[in-house]
T-cell receptor, first 112, second 117 residues
Framework: GNSVTQMEGPVTLSEEAFLTINCTYT??????LFWYVQYPGEGLQLLLK?????DKGSNKGFEATYRKETTSFHLEKGSVQVSDSAVYFC???????????FGKGNQVVVIP | DTAVSQTPKYLVTQMGNDKSIKCEQN?????MYWYKQDSKKFLKIMFS???????INETVPNRFSPKSPDKAHLNLHINSLELGDSAVYFC????????????????FGEGSRLTVL
């Protein structure tokens, strides 16, 4: 079945640091890949997505590239801000599968 | 206007009680969901309805009963509440009928934090 694996543990970093959150997946067929973000006290919202291999999704300075050869969709941002502090979820969906598979999420804390 | 709205936002109750959480979406979507998020932020799908028809029913105790009076509403009723039911419950909706399989874009409510004492 479809599944998503995110790196363990929270991520704490200083403002303007480089952020990477790893995400790998297992899926049948050709899944679409997503990153969702959950700010404190809010619901999840779509951050970016990529629907086919080698596509790059980007939004708010975040980027992720769909790598079929490594089954990965790592999230990156070159210079984080305190306002980026949130929980980030990697997710995938595939045609014919009636649900979105979420990873366990990574808490990101950006310190001024 | 809030796209997906849930009420109440906070709910504190005693074990054994029955409670309901309501959800409404004004996006015109066909599919609605309930997710449970535990204290470690792990998100687990519970139910999904498409045009008032149940399409996903995960392994959830039958004390949990969703009800969809129309495609814009999906309510969650919980009987005989237990300590382990304490969590944040999220309602979500999507345009496609495949549970997010086509676009992957789910629109979430702000969550309802249930605390069972």
């Amino acid at each position: 079945g479809n599944s998503v694996t995110q790196m363990e543990g929270p991520v704490t970093l200083s403002e303007e640091a480089f952020l990477t959150i790893n995400c790998t997946y297992t899926a049948t067929g050709y899944p679409s890949l997503f990153w969702y973000v959950q700010y404190p006290g809010e619901g999840l919202q779509l951050l970016l997505k990529a629907t086919k291999a080698d596509d790059k999704g980007s939004n708010k300075g975040f980027e992720a590239t769909y790598r079929k050869e490594t089954t990965s969709f790592h999230l990156e941002k070159g210079s984080v801000q305190v306002s980026d502090s949130a929980v980030y979820f990697c997710a995938l969906s595939s045609l014919g599968n009636n649900r979105l598979a979420f990873g366990k999420g990574n808490q990101v804390v950006v310190i001024p | 206007d809030t796209a997906v709205s849930q009420t109440p936002k906070y709910l504190v109750t005693q074990m054994g009680n029955d409670k309901s959480i309501k959800c409404e979406q004004n996006l015109g979507h066909d599919t609605m969901y309930w997710y449970k998020q535990d204290s470690k932020k792990f998100l687990k799908i519970m139910f999904s309805y498409n045009n008032k028809e149940l399409i996903i029913n995960e392994t959830v105790p039958n004390r949990f009963s969703p009800k969809s009076p129309d495609k814009a509403h999906l309510n969650l009723h919980i009987n005989s509440l237990e300590l382990g039911d304490s969590a944040v419950y999220f309602c979500a909706s999507s345009q496609d009928g495949g549970g997010g399989a086509n676009t992957g874009e789910l629109f979430f409510g702000e969550g309802s934090r249930l605390t069972v004492l």
